[in-house]
Every structure is written in C-alpha cells, then in structure tokens.
C-alpha cells in the first residue's frame, strides 16, 4: 500500500470515527428511553424504530465517504433513510413519555445527518422534518415543545459541528485526488493534439501535392505518357520525403529524455506522499545509456509504488570512471512485498549486461537500494 492509499484510508477511518458520533446519538440518547419505558409492547415497538434508523442512517453516512457507491444506491439509501424518519416517530413517541423525550433526540440524530445527504434541498429537508416531528412530539405526549425543539436542534447543531469538518475535509480530499487524475489526462490529451498537429504539419502538404500529382498523370497516361511518367516518379519521390519525414517525426517522439524521466517520477512519487530528491551529476547521457537507465528508472519507480511503505526516496545520476551510475534509494525495505512472480528486475540486469553494465540491489538497516552502472558511450 503506497503512502497516499494509506493517507487515504486514514482519512477515510477518521472521518467516519468522527460520522460515528450522530450513529451514537441516535442509538444511546433514544436507548434511555427504551430503558425507563415499562410497557414490553412499546419497548418492542421503540426498539424497532430507532433500530431502523441507525441501520439507513449508518448506509447513508458510510455512503458519503464512499466514492465507489452508485448514484443509484445512494439514492436508495437517501429514500430508506427518509421513510425510516417517518416510521419511527410513531414508534418512538411514546417511549417514556413523561420523563424522557426520546423522539427529540432521535430529530437531533436527523439534524446531525444533514449534511452528509448529498444536497441543500435533502439537508434542509431533514432539517425541517426532524424539528416538525419534535413539535409534533410534544403534542403527542401534551408537552411543551420549547424543551424537545431545544434538544432537536441544539443537539444536532453540536453533531454537525463534530462531524461537518471531518466531512467538509474528505470532500477536499477526494476532489483534490479527482483533480490531480483530470489533470493527468489534461496533459496527455494535450500531448496527443500536439502529435497530431505535427504530423498534420508534416504531411497535409506532401499529401495534397501527391493527390494532384496522381491526378495529373492519371489524366497525362494517354495523351502524353512521358509526361505522365515524370509525374509518377515525382509521385513516388514526394512519397518517399513524406516517409521519411514521419520517421523522423515519430523517431523524436521515441527518443527517451532522461531528465524528463527523472522530473516525472520524481512528481508521481510527491503525489503519492513520498519525498523524492533528484541529483543529477552526469553531464549528460547518450542516447543509447539513457534508454537503458529510462528502463531501470521506470522498474524502480513501480516497485517503490506497489511493494514499499517508503516515505522517501533519493535519485542519483553520476558519472564516474567512464560509467554513468543510477543510484534509487528508499526507507521501505522493510514493508516490501515483491510478487514472487515478478522478473523485471532479472530481465533489467540481463538487458543491461548485453550493454556491458551492472544492476545490484541491497536492503540494510531498512533501505533499499538499487544501483545501474553502464558504460558512458553504451
């Protein structure tokens, strides 16, 4: 699990800790009254109620923290929701009725799942219905309604103020996320405009020439066939230019910038909570020696993300004796799990032993550490 799975999940178990306390409310302040009421039949009846709010109310709360759920569930629990609001005022009313307002507590458990019911209009609804059926409460058991509005709102405004920060938090975080992904297929969308538009550079004008050239020695190849041939081989060199000229094209694109790469790895693995550090002492690497160490880097960088609990890592590019050296160091050897199945690493040191270079790897005192030498003109 990377740091930022973990971040998340911490998040995550945070806020719905915090989410636990209007769960509390609607369980502990409603169960007095279920202890002080005498009647079985009303106890059996309260117990029902205020059982079937805590289970849509728990859906509901769960829900809001879980971005996989579908709208359609979501919906769904917001509906179970609301109908067990209503069923459970005449189930909870008269639980001990003189000396205990329970259905006031169980409005001030509405009011404190307010805010987590996915819109104003449900929140402010919620809101109205849980202190209308305090009120109604109140007439019910021929009480005044000023103790039970009371409890219904001062309650429940106390529940969103422990749990609305928790929430108002996860949101941030999760669109924080959604826009950190937005902006990974904003940059590679732009990458393929620009392809396209370099291509459509190289070879709108070759192609139209070639088309009108076709057409003319197709119109020439009976009228005056020399000429028509001198067009088709003109055809046939435009054709060739135009090859050549995409090869060249897309040979830039292939070509690895290591630096690049380094920058790269380096943003995704700050994205992902670990601080990375990149010195880069080389000089500059050929073409040849930077592909190779471009493998070496992606494989190290997969490997801290998926099998390592690092919170750092160190780059180093150098050269030193005719070799360029690749040094990734990180704190997570501990907590690495490599698949047993894996063989990027063997493949990489096989790869870079036809080139004349090395790969080791080492774990001590909780490091891990993987170093690529290769020659400087590999």
């Given amino acids: 699990m990377t740091v930022l799975?973990?971040?998340?999940?911490l998040v995550r178990a945070a806020t719905l800790a915090s989410l636990a306390m209007a769960v509390f409310t609607t369980v502990f302040m409603p169960g007095v009254g279920l202890a002080r009421e005498s009647d079985p039949t009303r106890v059996w009846l309260g117990a029902a109620g205020i059982a079937l709010l805590t289970l849509t109310q728990s859906g509901v709360l769960y829900a809001a923290v879980t971005p996989s759920i579908s709208a359609r569930a979501q919906r769904w629990l917001l509906g179970a929701f609301a109908a067990a609001v209503v069923l459970s005022l005449p189930l909870t009313v008269p639980?001990?009725?003189?000396?205990?307002?329970?259905?006031?507590w169980v409005g001030a458990a509405v009011i404190g799942t307010a805010p987590m019911l996915g819109s104003r209009a449900a929140g402010w609804s919620a809101v109205v219905a849980a202190l209308a059926g305090s009120a109604g409460a109140a007439?019910?058991?021929?009480?005044s309604p000023g103790p039970y509005l009371l409890i219904t709102a001062g309650i429940g405004l106390g529940t969103i103020a422990i749990t609305g920060v928790h929430a108002w938090l996860w949101n941030l975080f999760i669109a924080a996320r959604e826009g950190q992904a937005a902006q990974s297929r904003l940059a590679a969308t732009e990458e393929r405009l620009r392809f396209a538009s370099d291509v459509h550079?190289?070879?709108?004008?070759?192609?139209s020439v070639i088309a009108l050239k076709s057409e003319l020695a197709e119109r020439l190849a009976t009228a005056d066939p020399g000429r028509a041939g001198q067009e088709s081989a003109e055809v046939n060199r435009l054709a060739a230019t135009a090859l050549a000229d995409l090869r060249r094209a897309v040979h830039g694109y292939r070509e690895i910038d290591l630096g690049a790469q380094l920058d790269s790895l380096a943003q995704v693995l700050r994205s992902s909570g670990i601080r990375c550090t990149v010195t880069d002492r080389?000089?500059?690497?050929?073409?040849?020696?930077?592909?190779?160490?471009?493998?070496?880097?992606?494989?190290?960088g997969t490997n801290i993300l998926r099998h390592s609990g690092a919170a750092w890592c160190t780059i180093e590019l150098s050269r030193h004796d005719g070799q360029v050296r690749m040094t990734v160091t990180n704190d997570g050897a501990a907590a690495a799990r490599p698949d047993r199945h894996s063989s990027g690493l063997d493949g990489l040191r096989d790869r870079l032993a036809e080139a004349g270079?090395?790969?080791?790897?080492?774990?001590?005192g909780g490091l891990f550490t993987l170093e690529a030498a290769l020659p400087a003109a590999a």
């Fill in 5 to 9: 799975h973990r971040q998340l999940a």
């Fill in 95 to 104: 639980l001990a009725a003189e000396s205990w307002r329970t259905w006031a």
């Fill in 139 to 143: 007439w019910w058991n021929g009480d």
């Fill in 201 to 207: 550079d190289i070879l709108g004008h070759t192609l």
């Fill in 282 to 300: 080389s000089g500059g690497v050929p073409a040849a020696t930077a592909t190779l160490l471009a493998f070496v880097l992606r494989e190290a």
């Fill in 357 to 364: 270079g090395t790969l080791r790897t080492r774990a001590e």
